[in-house]
């Protein structure tokens, strides 16, 4: 139970940030320049604050990295892009966002540590690292790889990735449905499960649980990316294996399910220069 709070805790930042994508999808970005060039800084932070202000002489340390990408240009999809990722054009205002959500964690698990004599514990220190990368940097479709790796007590951390497939030229985010006819039949499903047991050595219609899967039909990713040779699909640890097999990342080539794919979304990865149609 108490790994399990652990896991919520570290994921929360995450989950907030997903929740909240949404509103400014619509609102954010207006039509812009069309340009086949982005322009992008990056921003570096790495600090440590107290995880209970109320007490920094004997509280536990947050430490704080982050490498992040600012779009500068065109600007109303820089808007929009930078309003997407942290809600805000400003990094030091994202930065004290989070390690406000940091300590209200810690505030949060303060019962359970004072069971395990954790509380105010210098050894008890968390850490909290994001790092983001854009894969495709040609207009109009970019995709966005988002890195946490997080640390809040307990036996150890937790690496998550988060891919935003994101088409500028509407502002939008692209998701699997969009690209798909029907991402969770079974015919989708055979080819992903076909490429999980290449993932874990196992022979053709061998059952997934008897390689380093928890599940013989585990649940289909909504975390994909997209790139030249095929759609990607990323699993987190815990999610269908366990944790020490790490994240799960899989490539399904376009041949293979092109006959599954929706005619709107072949035209739609045209933008990030894929194409199905030859």
């Keep these: ?25 619509i609102a954010s970005c ?9 322009k992008f800084s990056q921003w570096r932070y ?28 065109p600007e109303d999809q820089a808007r929009f892009f930078n309003n997407f990722l942290y809600f805000s054009d400003d990094f030091n205002e994202y930065r004290d966002r989070v390690i406000l959500e940091q300590q209200e964690n810690y505030r949060a698990m303060l019962p359970a540590l004072r069971n395990t004599g954790g509380e105010g514990n210098a050894n008890f220190n968390w850490r909290y690292m994001e790092n983001i990368i854009v894969r495709n940097t040609e207009y109009p479709g970019v995709v966005v790889e988002r890195e946490f790796d997080t640390y ?19 502002c939008k985010l692209v998701t699997i449905d969009d690209i798909f006819q029907d991402f969770q039949g079974d015919a989708t499903r055979a080819i992903v499960y076909d490429a999980l047991r290449d993932h874990s050595g196992l022979a053709e219609d061998q059952p997934l649980s008897e390689g380093i899967f928890s599940s013989d039909k585990p649940e289909l990713s909504y975390n994909f990316y997209v790139t030249q040779e095929g759609v990607g699909l990323h699993w987190d640890p815990y999610e269908i294996a366990p944790y020490y097999t790490g994240g799960i990342d899989i490539i399904i080539p376009w041949k293979k399910i092109r006959p599954l794919l929706l005619h709107s979304g072949m035209e739609l990865l045209v933008k990030f220069n894929i194409y199905l149609f030859i």
Excluded: F
């Design 152 to 170: 809040t007590g307990g036996a150890h951390g937790l690496v998550t990735k988060r891919y935003y497939v994101i088409d500028l030229d509407s």
């Design 1 to 25: 139970m108490y790994n399990i709070k652990n896991m919520a805790c570290e994921k929360k930042i995450t989950i907030t940030i997903v929740c909240l994508l949404l509103p400014l999808l």
């Design 46 to 73: 790495a600090g440590t604050v107290p995880l209970d202000p109320e007490s920094p002489g004997n509280s536990p340390r947050l430490g704080v990295t982050m490498s992040l990408l600012h779009m500068n240009y």
């Design 30 to 38: 207006a039509s812009g320049p069309k340009t086949n060039e982005l």
